[in-house]
C-alpha cells in the first residue's frame, strides 16, 4: 500500500513538473532570435540546408519579471532545421531560467511519408530535470498493432539514457555557440 502511495506521489510531481516546461515553452516573452543559415549542394545527396535559431531575451533592452532578471542575454530556445533531399530534421531544445536544458523535441523524417500516409511520425520528446529524464514520449514511424506513442516513465534503458546524455551535450554546444554568436556581434 505504502508503495503503491508512494508511486502516485512520484508520478503526480513529474506531470506537474511536465505541466511546467509546457507553460515554459508557450510562455510570452519578449524576444530576439539571431537567425544562421547554410545551403551547400553535397555530391550524390542534392542540395543541404541549414537553419539554426537561437530565441533569447534580454532584460537590457525589455521589461521582465523579476524573476528572469539577468546581466546577460539568457538564451530560452534553440530551433535546428536541416533538410537533405526530402529527408528532414527539426529539433528544438528548451532552458529553463538558469540555462538548465528542461526539454528537447525533435521529429525526423520525410515529406514523402507524410504525404503518403497524412501522418507525422519520428517524433521524440525528452522532459528532463536536472540533467534527468522525467519523461520520454516517442511516435515511431512505423505503425503498429500494438502501440501508437510510447510514452516511458520511471525506468530507462541503457538506450535511452544514451540518447539523453547526447541531447544534454548537444544542448551544452548549443548554449556555447550562442555565446560565441553573441560575442562576435558586439
Request: aromatic share 14%; hydrophobic share 35%; net charge negative.
Amino acid at each position: 500500500m505504502i508503495v503503491i502511495l508512494l508511486q502516485s506521489f512520484v508520478t503526480i510531481a513529474q506531470e506537474n513538473e511536465i505541466q511546467n516546461i509546457r507553460k515554459l515553452y508557450y510562455q510570452n516573452l519578449p524576444f530576439d532570435t539571431i537567425a544562421v543559415y547554410s545551403n551547400k549542394m553535397i555530391p550524390g545527396l542534392g542540395m543541404q540546408n541549414f537553419s539554426l535559431y537561437y530565441v533569447y531575451y534580454d532584460c537590457k533592452y525589455y521589461e521582465c519579471e523579476e524573476s528572469l532578471i539577468s546581466d546577460n542575454p539568457v538564451l530560452r530556445k534553440v530551433v535546428l532545421d536541416k533538410s537533405v533531399n526530402t529527408s528532414v530534421l527539426h529539433a528544438e531544445f528548451l532552458y529553463n531560467q538558469s540555462g538548465t536544458l528542461i526539454f528537447q523535441f525533435q521529429r525526423i523524417g520525410s515529406e514523402d511519408y507524410f504525404y503518403e500516409t497524412g501522418r507525422e511520425c519520428g517524433e521524440e520528446r525528452f522532459y528532463l530535470k536536472a540533467g534527468k529524464p522525467l519523461q520520454v514520449r516517442i511516435l515511431p514511424c512505423e505503425e503498429s498493432e500494438y502501440f501508437d506513442e510510447i510514452e516511458m516513465n520511471g525506468s530507462f534503458s541503457e538506450g535511452i539514457l544514451a540518447r539523453i546524455n547526447q541531447i544534454i551535450k548537444d544542448g551544452k554546444n548549443h548554449q556555447l555557440s550562442f555565446k560565441q554568436v553573441l560575442n562576435s556581434m558586439n
